[in-house]
């Protein structure tokens, strides 16, 4: 078996996901911390916002806010699943699932409150993070299912390729698992809420974009890909793994 880091370094060696199992590696914690946040953030402020921008040779383009920054998940979760495989990559996709949820408890919990007598910022503030509980909910289910197919996807295309190809497969992965998420989070969260035809556009153009920005961000992942197996000196296939969703162990 020979991967596309063993082609281009020496010292960086291919092995089995079961034989890193609980060794700890310089930058997966960075990873994870990073993930929760873009997470985060694109959950808690984009989600509710549509836009429309004018684009060359497209004209006006109507798109969840959220699109803007939310792929960049994707874009990581891809990394850390060819760099460390899908058992870390489940690990961080539970996460990333609990940091949303307290972020988004915390969020109502705020607003909430009943602000003070002289503070004129509550109707801002639940404007901002007031997030539905229908939004919410379907955001996390969303994520959960659509990261978890895109690191299953993405590990047995590195079997398949021989690890070869690395933009076959995060393209490839990406599709699969933005699919899953747009076709279950704007039905969710939106179907009844905006007209019918709304939320089909807004499914279908988000999509469009996201993998888009799969596409236009292919070089940074091979940049960042090579540099942290360079860095850990494992490039990491999952031969043997357990695809279950529902664990964390690695």
């Not at 153009?205 to 961000?217: D, G, I, M, Q, S």
């Amino acid at each position: 078996m020979a991967g596309e880091g063993t082609e281009t370094a020496a010292a960086i060696r291919t092995v089995e996901a079961g034989q890193i199992a609980g060794r700890r590696l310089r930058y997966y914690d960075y990873c994870m911390a990073a993930f929760a946040v873009i997470l985060i953030c694109a959950n808690l402020i984009g989600a509710g916002k549509v836009a429309t921008m004018s684009l060359p040779l497209l004209g006006a383009v109507t798109f969840g806010a959220g699109i803007l920054f939310f792929p960049l998940s994707y874009v990581l979760g891809d990394v850390l699943t060819e760099v460390y495989g899908y058992a870390r990559a489940r690990r961080v996709v539970w996460v990333g699932f609990a940091a949303s949820v307290f972020a988004a408890g915390m969020a109502a919990f705020i607003v909430w409150i009943p602000p003070a007598a002289d503070w004129t910022g509550q109707a801002a503030l639940a404007a901002v993070m007031g997030q539905a509980p229908r939004i919410f909910a379907a955001s996390v289910t969303a994520f959960w299912a659509g990261e978890f197919a895109n690191a299953f996807v993405l590990a047995r295309m590195k079997v398949w390729t021989n690890g070869r190809h690395l933009w076959s497969r995060t393209i490839g992965s990406t599709a699969v698992g933005q699919a899953v998420d747009s076709l279950i989070f704007y039905p969710l969260a939106f179907l009844g809420v905006w007209e019918t035809s709304l939320v089909l556009t807004v499914m279908l153009t988000n999509y469009l974009l996201k993998v888009a920005w799969e596409v236009l961000l292919t070089p940074v992942t091979y940049k960042v890909v090579g540099a942290i197996k360079r860095a850990e000196g494992v490039d990491v296939f999952d031969l043997e793994t357990d695809f279950t969703p529902f664990r964390t162990r690695v």
